[in-house]
């Protein structure tokens, strides 16, 4: 499977960890690949077997494949910086949580809950050849109008998803760069403390 179609987005691992993860990168732009419905439910069958918090499972999803109206609304949506390149994605999801435990009280985990179902949605989508670009870019509250999300629900992203392989060059020249940009992140030492809080 080609994970990864452009070398320089590799990331360069201080310790051995799986080419999913390794590979995965959020391009700006993807191939004319549709993504057909077996494919949807397998992303969304993934992020259903997260963990969560008393399983209280407070992920909710709203998708739209491009040429429906669901599409439209979601990438209306999306601030102009991002909807000028995520309309070459051939599937948007918007993810929302539930606010609220049965006993009415606040979920302080259930933001966390809906980043491991997308971190299962990922993977998933990286084992099926497919990049993602989350993006909190857009308008929640036209979001909650045009979708009549109910009270108690909060939209939280929209996320881009197609193949990789889009053709930088179709992009406003500003974002090509990051087309190729090496990923960069923070040492293990700035974020993992064995015993103590991270120096
Ligand atoms: C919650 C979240 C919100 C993000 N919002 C945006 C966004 O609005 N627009 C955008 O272009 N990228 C957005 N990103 C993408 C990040 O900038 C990107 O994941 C980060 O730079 C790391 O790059 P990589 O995913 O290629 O490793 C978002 C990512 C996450 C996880």
Do not use: C
Request: no cysteine; net charge negative; aromatic share 10%.
């Amino acid at each position: 499977m080609d994970h990864a179609t452009t070398d320089q987005k590799i990331a360069q691992t201080e310790y051995d960890i799986m080419p999913q993860i390794a590979e995965r990168w959020s391009p700006r732009t993807f191939s004319d690949r549709v993504i057909d419905q077996e494919t949807v439910h397998r992303l969304f069958e993934a992020a259903r077997w997260a963990a969560s918090s008393r399983n209280y499972q407070p992920w909710r999803f709203i998708y739209g494949l491009k040429g429906t109206e669901a599409y439209d609304r979601i990438l209306n949506s999306l601030v102009p910086f991002n909807r000028q390149w995520a309309e070459s994605a051939p599937l948007l999801v918007m993810t929302i949580v539930k606010e609220q435990m049965d006993n009415g009280k606040d979920n302080y985990h259930a933001l966390h809950d809906l980043g491991l179902a997308m971190g299962n949605f990922s993977v998933q989508a990286q084992d099926l050849g497919l990049a993602l670009h989350h993006m909190a870019g857009f308008d929640w509250k036209g979001a909650h109008e045009a979708f009549d999300i109910p009270e108690g629900y909060h939209a939280v992203t929209v996320v881009a998803v197609g193949h990789y392989g889009g053709d930088p060059e179709t992009l406003p020249e500003d974002l090509q760069k990051g087309e190729t940009t090496p990923r960069q992140r923070k040492p293990i030492d700035e974020i993992v403390g064995e015993g103590t809080f991270p120096q």
